[in-house]
């Protein structure tokens, strides 16, 4: 099994190499670059500059000259190729950016001023939080729903609760998160939950139980729409993994010997079905954390990973973007490789080693 990680760990090293070098080349070929974002910010600063002299009443000849000055120096624009690296070639840049990546070295953000290692340190605990928060809601809810389904397979309440499921891995997150903010955050209907940010203002005056308050207050909206495409796979899996360890041999005996049923379903069966419940967490993990934060961190205004990167885009911050796709990847790496080693732990008889050999 050692042979087996050193092999997956190595793999990630082209892996992530070639995911680089793929969105390197995309975002290098999308048009509005960096220099274009700043003088586009230049010369809109520059016409509000001329705008506002004209309606204070300033002479014709001092708007002509603001507009006159709205010409870009071609000057000034080898300066910020230089100051932004756009001078040497695209090649040695990709190579020059991933050289860094050994040392940890992201750069500075191009209109943050700030290291991008500070700006992702300081967004990451909102994205975990988010993450964790929702697969909790998701493994506490899905796991008994999927157990009495299992125990009702068949019933009413297996058809209504699988169409409910259905519907609610059918919805988009984004979707389903306006629908929360028309009901629930003031839209038309309630205004029950705040709308924006994740703490309140004079947040850090609060008692420690007014501050757990309104922590949670400000979570539930945005951990309820990241959780809810995720409970139809993990409910369905529950109760197929229940349905086929039920009918085994195993189960029937341990009846025949007189054991009661709590006994049969909950020290027998729970114990083996939960087995590929737990090695998948990991899995789990990588979906709720990558999947549904951006958009929902976009739409609460949430100040974590999935809004740094959705703002670095639309501004078009290179090593932002790059920073945060590479924690991203190396993290989803790493995360499915874990659960691959789960399965092992918790089953010994898988053996990706032995398959892959």
């Given at each position: ?102 040392t940890l070295d992201f750069g500075t953000s191009f209109f943050r001023d700030r290291p991008v290692v500070d700006l992702m340190l300081e967004r990451l605990p909102v994205s975990i939080s988010l993450g964790l928060w929702a697969t909790l809601l998701v493994y506490l809810i899905s796991i008994p729903l999927g157990i009495r389904k299992a125990l009702k397979h068949g019933s009413s309440f297996d058809v209504w609760t699988s169409g409910l499921v259905i519907v609610g891995y ?188």
């Amino acid at each position: 099994m050692a042979r087996y990680t050193l092999r997956r760990l190595l793999l990630m090293i082209p892996t992530l190499f070639a995911i680089m070098l793929l969105n390197f080349i995309i975002v290098q070929a999308a048009p509005g670059g960096p220099i274009d974002q700043m003088l586009a910010r230049f010369e809109g600063a520059n016409a509000m500059a001329s705008t506002r002299l004209d309606m204070g009443g300033a002479d014709i000849q001092v708007s002509d000259e603001s507009r006159a000055a709205r010409g870009i120096d071609p000057r000034f624009i080898a300066q910020l190729e230089e100051q932004f690296g756009f001078d040497q070639p695209a090649h040695q840049r990709f190579f020059t950016m991933i050289k860094g990546y050994l040392t940890l070295d992201f750069g500075t953000s191009f209109f943050r001023d700030r290291p991008v290692v500070d700006l992702m340190l300081e967004r990451l605990p909102v994205s975990i939080s988010l993450g964790l928060w929702a697969t909790l809601l998701v493994y506490l809810i899905s796991i008994p729903l999927g157990i009495r389904k299992a125990l009702k397979h068949g019933s009413s309440f297996d058809v209504w609760t699988s169409g409910l499921v259905i519907v609610g891995y059918a919805i988009p997150g984004f979707l389903f998160a306006l629908l929360l903010i028309v009901l629930f955050a003031g839209g038309s209907y309630w205004d029950i939950f705040p709308l924006r940010g994740l703490t309140s203002p004079g947040f850090a005056d609060f008692s420690l139980w007014g501050k757990i308050k309104d922590y949670f207050w400000h979570i539930t909206l945005p951990v309820i729409a990241t959780a809810i495409g995720s409970f139809a796979t993990l409910t369905m899996l529950t109760k197929n993994s229940f349905l086929d360890e039920i009918h085994k041999q195993y189960v029937l005996t341990a009846r025949a010997k007189g054991a009661s049923e709590h006994r049969v379903l909950y020290g027998h069966v729970f114990r083996n079905a939960m087995l590929i419940i737990i090695a998948g967490l990991p899995a789990a993990l990588v979906g709720i954390f990558f999947t549904g934060s951006l958009l929902i961190e976009v739409i609460f205004s949430l100040d974590g990973l999935g809004l740094l990167g959705f703002e670095a885009v639309m501004q078009r911050d290179y090593p932002v973007i790059f920073g945060t796709l590479y924690l991203y990847t190396v993290v989803g790496l790493l995360l499915k490789l874990l659960s691959d080693l789960t399965y092992v732990w918790i089953d010994p008889r898988i053996d990706f080693a032995t398959r892959e050999a």
